[in-house]
């Protein structure tokens, strides 16, 4: 558009210039070409300020709507190109903050009293604080609630309302070395705890460490088995924790002493997991130094990066009567504010987004697993099996029922960590959770 009014303004200009440069004319000649050059001029006006006027119009006719973002633009991209092109009157500026803790902080000031985004990612940390300070819409009456899982809204929610729409869930699971499985005569998945820790003792024998973990991750066996025996069986098992009404000891206890007794005293984890980075334990897994390793489709890359080689696949976490749980969540969603300053666009935001496209894009995205059964989508081969159960709602992760699930896992992983290093007994270790959760409620 630029060059268009660069084109009229030199014709005008050129215009002027054959007026002017008739000196040898006539007068009534003079006269003539002066009044052609006027014309031209009066014309040349016009058309230029029609193209501006042009300019202006596309520069403003579209809207644009607002999305505080836990993803960066680039992750995004092929999601905003796509609502784009869906509606081209629309623009979505997508304004990434690092999570956790940063983003955390952001929505906390939005919430009081900075002008907020039209749209957000919704985190269960601070879901209690949005519904206190009715900084979200309530989205349970759109349509793709009746196809969501279980799982994705009541992450989601608070109370009777949800806040927003998680189309993926995260989904842990124990990866195992086949060659190493099958050099130890393992010949099936475990399907029981006991079974687990049998595989564990040959591979033992074998000479190689059976299970390794990064110091973070130093307890999450026990919350898989925790979650076999008892969320398999009761999916509200720990919603006591949040008013007192139970106690971490009574609830983890048996599963707690199996970890110890099975796991922890033969050396099956070592201790040299408490000082290793994730980045060392996949070196471990990959290159065969240890045959198990709690992760997620994230370690996947990884583990081929540092060995191109390497075999491995995939079971969920058995518990003592069998009842294998993956462990994950849902991932965190997008919602709408209510103080948006263009809320209806940001509702048709969220119908693309929920639109069979907007679907096929998103699970391109993150590659996650998706909450909406149907969608066609790809994971790594050893993956491909856990699909179904992650869309049918059977995953858990404990974070999402826990009060300020923050503290209580950092005091988890501590409590653990001290167990395989000796400072705690199991009792002792329940008893510090115990405490740092009732310290929580009475604040």
Not at 12 to 30: K, R, Y
Request: proline share 5%; glycine share 8%; aromatic share 10%.
């Amino acid at each position: 558009m630029k060059k268009v009014i660069a084109a009229l303004l030199c014709i005008c200009m050129a215009a002027g210039l054959i007026g002017c440069g008739s000196g040898t004319a006539a007068p009534d000649e003079t006269n003539n070409s002066a009044e052609s050059s006027t014309e031209d001029s009066a014309e040349g006006d016009a058309e230029t300020e029609q193209a501006q006027e042009e300019a202006a119009s596309n520069t403003t006719s579209k809207t644009t709507i607002t999305l505080l973002s836990w993803y960066t633009e680039e992750q995004l991209k092929a999601l905003k190109d796509g609502f784009e092109a869906s509606n081209p009157d629309l623009e979505l500026e997508i304004q990434y903050v690092p999570p956790t803790e940063q983003y955390t902080e952001k929505v906390m000031l939005l919430m009081n009293g900075d002008e907020p985004t039209d749209l957000f990612f919704y985190g269960p940390d601070f879901g209690e604080a949005i519904d206190e300070t009715n900084f979200a819409e309530d989205l349970s009456s759109l349509p793709i609630m009746e196809k969501l899982s279980g799982n994705a809204k009541r992450t989601m929610s608070i109370g009777d309302k949800i806040y927003a729409v998680s189309l993926d869930s995260w989904a842990g699971c124990m990866f195992y070395n086949t060659e190493l499985f099958e050099q130890a005569g393992i010949t099936q998945i475990p399907q029981t705890w006991d079974e687990l820790v049998e595989a564990m003792g040959k591979l033992n024998d074998l000479g190689v460490e059976p299970l390794v973990a990064q110091a973070e991750d130093a307890g999450r066996l026990l919350l898989g088995l925790f979650a076999a025996n008892e969320i398999s069986k009761d999916p509200e098992a720990e919603y006591g924790l949040a008013d007192g009404s139970k106690t971490f000891s009574e609830l983890y206890g048996p599963s707690m002493e199996a970890w110890y007794e099975d796991v922890v005293k033969p050396g099956y984890i070592r201790q040299s997991c408490l000082s290793l980075t994730s980045d060392q334990a996949e070196e471990m897994f990959a290159n065969g130094k240890a045959a198990m390793l709690l992760g997620g489709p994230w370690n996947i890359p990884n583990f081929v990066q540092k060995n191109p080689e390497a075999t491995f696949d995939a079971f969920a976490v058995p518990g003592f009567e069998g009842n294998p749980t993956l462990q994950g969540g849902a991932n965190v969603g997008i919602g709408v504010t209510t103080g948006a300053a263009h809320k209806e666009e940001a509702y048709r935001f969220m119908d693309y987004l929920t639109s069979e496209e907007g679907l096929a894009i998103w699970a391109t995205v993150l590659g996650n697993f998706m909450n909406v059964p149907g969608v066609d989508y790809e994971v790594h081969p050893c993956l491909e099996k856990f699909k179904d159960a992650v869309a049918n709602d059977e995953l858990y992760w404990q974070t999402v029922v826990w009060p300020d699930s923050a503290s209580v896992l950092n005091e988890f992983t501590t409590s653990c960590q001290n167990v395989i290093a000796g400072i705690y007994t199991p009792e002792e270790a329940l008893e510090s959770i115990d405490a740092k959760i009732a310290d929580l409620i009475s604040q």
